[in-house]
């Protein structure tokens, strides 16, 4: 007997209007607001969703079982995603479909020379987009009967995801050592990007390769700060 609703999904073959149904996605994403973002594209379309935060949690994850779709983050806390994508690409038993994601174009490459069946573009919102990646590399037997009408919808993240991601690394950026005020600007600069928000994205990205040229660190980093704390003192309330 099925114990939840949930439970009864996953036994329940795609369709048209839920092409996903009857899949696990194990996201691996260390931003709450990219992966509220892949919850609602994932709810929307059928698939049951988990989420990590760290190489070192999908991997825990990947030891007790399979999903049908891994998409791992390039930039996480403690490595690169593309370790995790190159590890996967040759385990077994294989994962359906492996995809890589990043706000930074120039990844895709070496995404797919580590092993992605794909690249998703951050921000990951076009409900038609999401569903294409994925089913394009389903095994035939996963795959929806006839044709599937594409959906125009556009998922919008809750406003309190953003918040909480800029709540943490906020004190990264105001006492990190320099290793984690690198990873604290890719951070923010991958969050900007995903929420549309150009002046903190472009302070992101001043910092980033100020941390690359190592001049001007001290400024980029103070101005980032300060916006990040600006954005905290006009968030919504929880």
């Known amino acids: 007997m099925m114990d939840t609703l949930e439970d009864f999904l996953m036994t329940r073959p795609p369709t048209r209007a839920r092409p996903l149904l009857g899949a696990t996605i194990l996201v691996v994403e260390d931003s709450r607001y990219a992966c509220e973002a892949l919850r609602l594209l994932s709810l929307r379309s059928g698939a049951r969703i988990r989420r990590a935060d760290s190489l070192a949690n999908a991997r825990r994850h990947l030891r007790v079982y399979r999903p049908t779709v891994l998409i791992v983050d390039l930039g996480l806390p ?3 995603g593309l370790e995790l994508i190159d590890e996967m690409a040759r385990a077994a038993p294989a994962i359906d479909v492996l995809l890589a994601t990043s706000g930074d174009p120039t990844l895709e490459a070496a995404a797919m020379a ?61 006492a990190g050592d320099a290793d984690e005020v690198a990873y604290a600007a890719r951070f923010v600069a991958g969050l900007a990007q995903s ?14 390769r100020a941390e690359a ?20 003192a006009d968030a919504p309330a929880p």
Do not use: N
């Open 213 to 232: 040229g190592g001049a001007g660190r001290g400024l980029a980093r103070s101005r980032l700060a300060t916006l990040v704390h600006d954005r905290l």
């Open 114 to 174: 580590a092993g992605a069946d794909g690249f998703l573009h951050k921000p990951v919102a076009a409900l038609a987009a999401f569903q294409a990646a994925i089913l394009s590399k389903m095994p035939p037997g996963r795959q929806p009967p006839g044709p599937r009408p594409l959906s125009g919808e556009i998922v919008d993240p809750d406003p309190l995801a953003l918040r909480d991601d800029l709540l943490a690394i906020s004190p990264v950026l105001d």
């Open 195 to 208: 929420s549309g928000d150009l002046p903190l994205q472009d302070a992101a990205a001043d910092l980033v």
């Open 78 to 80: 403690d490595g690169s």
